[in-house]
């Protein structure tokens, strides 16, 4: 029986800790830092008395954790003269939030899939204007959209928070659904197509099981960016329906006499905590979607 010559690497062993890795670790630790650092201090803050608060010792751990900041801040929090807390400003960011994200997600998919494989005649420019307006500061459109909403009498309403945020998400929507859409075999439309499928058949029973990843994705940035909005939501959703951050912001600016740091940032900390839940359950599933096609096309 012949013995098999085993090759021995030739050269130096790679060592574990080069320049470069080290370079790039202090890059991340620095940045993770950067990031971190104010999420503690609002943390640690929102579990001091006032009295640990005065001391000025901002980055040291409370020595009598309290609760009772992040209680008024949810219930009795003074946003004007009313002293309800920042939970009427949550169940209002509901209320926007969920038909926002499904209206525009679902106008979204429906047009990126109809600019793919539905060759429709002036597609193109209609795809462009879409981009074009997608780049253009919304704050532009601002007077002329409460003009027509006054006009139609949606204006300080649910509905027309829920059409401005549908209408501004849509060219990002259009954008990702295209360029994933894009990227699929035509076949599979074919083949749908010889089948008998209509248009709603395909979009409904092959493509859209198929986005997954991408509505995933879509999901995310949509309830990130709406719930994290403030000025649409000041302007167009009337005094009765002001959102989280339109709620924070009265907490913060109409304190009278000494200011509440401690209730302040237990606010600020529960106006966050939807977009970090969101981040942390389905980040993975946010990469996965962007490299199954988000910046293909």
């Known amino acids: 029986m012949s013995a098999i010559a085993v090759t ?14 080290i370079g790039i670790y202090a890059f991340l630790i620095v940045t993770a830092l950067f990031f971190l650092t104010p999420l503690y201090v609002m943390l640690v803050t929102s579990l001091k008395p006032m009295e640990e608060i ?16 992040w209680v008024k801040a949810w219930s009795a929090a003074c ?19 969920v038909p926002s994200v499904v ?25 462009g204007a879409l981009m074009i307006v997608a780049f253009v500061p919304y704050q532009i459109f601002i007077y002329p959209l409460v003009r027509v909403f006054a006009f139609a009498g949606i204006n300080n309403s649910i509905l027309g928070i829920v059409l401005i945020h549908t209408i501004f998400g849509l060219p990002t929507m ?10 699929l075999p035509q076949e599979l439309f074919k083949a749908a197509r010889v089948d008998g499928a209509g248009f709603f058949r395909i979009f409904w029973s092959v493509m859209l099981p198929m986005a997954t990843p991408m509505l995933i994705v879509a999901v995310i940035l949509q309830v990130t960016g709406i719930w994290n909005d403030f000025i649409l939501g000041l302007i167009f959703a009337g005094r009765e329906n002001l959102p989280m951050t339109v709620q924070l912001n009265n907490i913060v600016n109409s304190t009278q006499g000494e200011r509440a740091y401690n209730v302040d940032m237990a606010a600020t ?25 988000a910046v293909k096309g």
């Open 174 to 183: 259009t954008l990702l659904f295209r360029n994933y859409f894009a990227s």
């Open 79 to 97: 946003t004007g003269l009313r002293c309800d807390g920042i939970s009427v400003g949550f169940l209002n960011s509901v209320k926007i939030l």
């Open 54 to 69: 005065r001391l000025g010792a901002i980055l040291a751990l409370p020595r009598a954790p309290t609760l009772e900041p």
């Open 269 to 293: 900390i529960l106006t966050a905590l939807v977009p970090l839940a969101v981040y942390f359950a389905s980040g993975r599933w946010f990469v996965r979607g962007i490299a199954a096609g």
């Open 103 to 127: 209206a525009s997600i679902a106008v979204g998919s429906l047009t990126g899939y109809a600019l793919s494989f539905w060759k429709v005649r002036g597609a193109g420019l209609l795809f």
């Open 8 to 21: 021995q690497p030739a050269g130096m062993r790679p060592r574990r800790l080069t320049p470069a890795r």
